[in-house]
């Protein structure tokens, strides 16, 4: 304390108080300065402690919200697989709320035909501590449906803080399904990609062969017409005209399986074309299998050749018969069907859209998923060798193709087979079924013929064929060369025989050029295989007479009566 000027006494003696007094109280206060450092130090120790207490607890909370709310579902069990707790998205996942499992053997939830695996799994993980495991395994949904789930295990009973095995997983129930979508999808392109392949390898083995069976079959015929019924080369004759025959027919189911034969489509009612061939189906399939026709009401129209759809019908009833050796049940049913965006995801190729259905079923042995995955193969077939040539079912793809639907097979071994048709519907009035007109009267003429063929074998025998029935003939090897034949004849040329591929000039560009100036001459083309310049994705167009090659010299005949006898056309 400093004092300045002159005081008195009683001031003198207050400021010697004064002092004392300030002098003990910072006696007192050095005397309690180490407890009140001991109280701060404790209230900052105690304010830090409060601190990461509530860093942990919104911490905690944090993770806690995370885990609670994650898709992923985590379970905790014991080492004997009971469940001790479970994450809030146990509800979403399985319709579980987390504390109705509580207690509970995690195999409760595990598919039967899972459950040793899902046992193995855990005792691996008991004895192998720091493995982390991984399975998909099937899942009872509260309400009985099955999930499949993707699982991942890993133990933690040695941590104190958990003290459990840890299993998370998630719902792949739908990815699964369409993994298996896109698979079965895949395959199924694949097999139309290799059916597409083998197509067009049949239709030119078809076309080459059709032009060797035509030179067969009329040399063959020319021969028996001169050949005496009793003369020792007639049944020789006979015998190879047969083989012949049968020769042609695989080469028609191959152009049928290729999609290379001609139609002749019309607006047809399925139905009719089922009752129309029914009675056939019944002398096929024999006594002891039982058919059943269930026709739909307001059954929509479609386009197809009747003929066609009529051979499928037969191929499709003759595999079900094989297949019901002690016999059973053939159904015929027709529908009308939608296919949904849901059908064409897993269907390749196919296009979405109302169609008329036909299911073939049969309850016969039924197919393996090898079997299934070729039965539309050509030669491909389960029977004994000799028993069958393995072309129905491809013949009946071909024409189901060609005509703009789709077939597919459903078999379960033991059980039965199902063949679906599906053919697109066409708006208008179903017309009726008439037969082919058959030309009626003597198989000869007197007309002139004008025969345009690059086959000099084939050629040569339409000549003869048709001289022997009287006709006149002119032949010519290509269409330069036939206009200039027709050029020099004067007289008329009542028809054009052409072949339609031909090197330099097509059938039907020849019977353009030719009928600017000759406007009566009618024309009948061959073919042993469709082209463009004809048919439109092998559719005979309107008007357009057309013998599929190979053929006998009575159809020859035949069609040239027939065309002779129609209405001229350009």
Do not use: C
């Not at 190729?349 to 049969?362: E, K, R």
């Amino acid at each position: 304390m400093i004092v300045t000027g002159s005081i008195d006494e009683e001031t003198a003696a207050d400021y010697i108080k004064a002092g004392a007094a300030d002098y003990v109280v910072k006696q007192r206060l050095h005397r309690l300065a180490p407890a009140v450092q001991r109280a701060l130090v404790l209230r900052n120790a105690l304010r830090d402690a409060m601190d990461a207490e509530a860093a942990r607890d919104a911490t905690e909370q944090r993770f806690r919200s995370l885990i609670e709310h994650s898709s992923d579902v985590i379970t905790l069990l014991d080492a004997r697989g009971t469940i001790v707790y479970s994450t809030q998205s146990l509800k979403p996942t399985l319709g579980y709320a987390a504390v109705e499992m509580m207690g509970h053997s995690v195999f409760e939830l595990v598919h039967p035909d899972q459950q040793p695996a899902a046992a193995a799994l855990l005792e691996r993980l008991l004895q192998d501590p720091a493995a982390v495991l991984r399975a998909d395994f099937r899942v009872r949904q509260k309400g009985g449906l099955w999930r499949d789930l993707d699982v991942v295990m890993a133990n933690r009973l040695a941590d104190p803080h958990v003290r459990a095995l840890v299993v998370t997983y998630r719902d792949v129930t739908d990815r699964k399904r369409a993994e298996e979508s896109l698979r079965v999808a895949d395959e199924r392109l694949r097999g139309v990609q290799k059916m597409e392949a083998v197509g067009r390898l049949a239709a030119g083995v078809a076309h080459d062969f059709n032009n060797l069976l035509t030179a067969i079959l009329g040399s063959t015929d020319l021969l028996l017409e001169s050949l005496p019924a009793d003369h020792p080369g007639h049944e020789d004759a006979l015998e190879t005209r047969r083989a012949a025959m049968r020769a042609a027919d695989l080469t028609r189911q191959l152009l049928a399986f290729s999609r290379q034969q001609v139609l002749a489509p019309r607006v047809l009612d399925v139905n009719d074309v089922v009752r129309d061939v029914e009675r056939l189906l019944r002398r096929l399939i024999g006594e002891d299998v039982e058919l059943r026709i269930v026709p739909a009401s307001g059954l929509a129209a479609v386009q197809a050749d009747a003929s066609q759809l009529e051979q499928v019908l037969v191929n499709l009833a003759v595999n079900a018969r094989d297949a019901m050796p002690r016999g059973g049940i053939l159904t015929i049913q027709t529908a009308n069907v939608v296919l949904d965006d849901a059908y064409v995801a897993s269907q390749p190729l196919v296009t979405a859209g109302d169609y008329v259905m036909i299911a073939v079923s049969d309850t016969g042995t039924g197919m393996d998923a090898d079997t299934r995955a070729r039965v539309f193969e050509p030669f491909f077939t389960t029977k004994e060798r000799g028993k069958g040539t393995g072309l129905g079912l491809a013949t009946a793809y071909g024409i189901v193709k060609q005509s703009g639907g789709y077939i597919w097979v459903y078999s379960e071994l033991g059980i039965g087979t199902t063949f679906k048709v599906y053919l697109p519907r066409v708006v208008g009035p179903a017309e009726p079924l008439a037969t082919t007109p058959v030309a009626t009267g003597p198989l000869r003429g007197s007309e002139t013929i004008l025969v345009v063929e690059d086959q000099a074998e084939v050629r040569t025998l339409i000549r003869k064929m048709l001289e022997a029935r009287g006709y006149r003939v002119l032949t010519a090897e290509h269409g330069p060369a036939a206009l200039q034949i027709a050029a020099l004849h004067s007289g008329p040329i009542h028809l054009l025989l052409s072949d339609v591929v031909m090197p330099g000039m097509s059938g039907r560009e020849l019977s353009l050029t030719l009928s600017a100036t000759r406007t009566t001459m009618r024309t009948l083309y061959l073919s042993g295989y469709t082209d463009e310049s004809i048919v439109h994705h092998g559719v005979l167009a309107a008007g357009v007479a057309f013998l599929q090659k190979p053929f006998t010299a009575d159809g020859l005949a035949q069609k040239v009566r027939e065309v002779l006898g129609a209405p001229a056309v350009g």
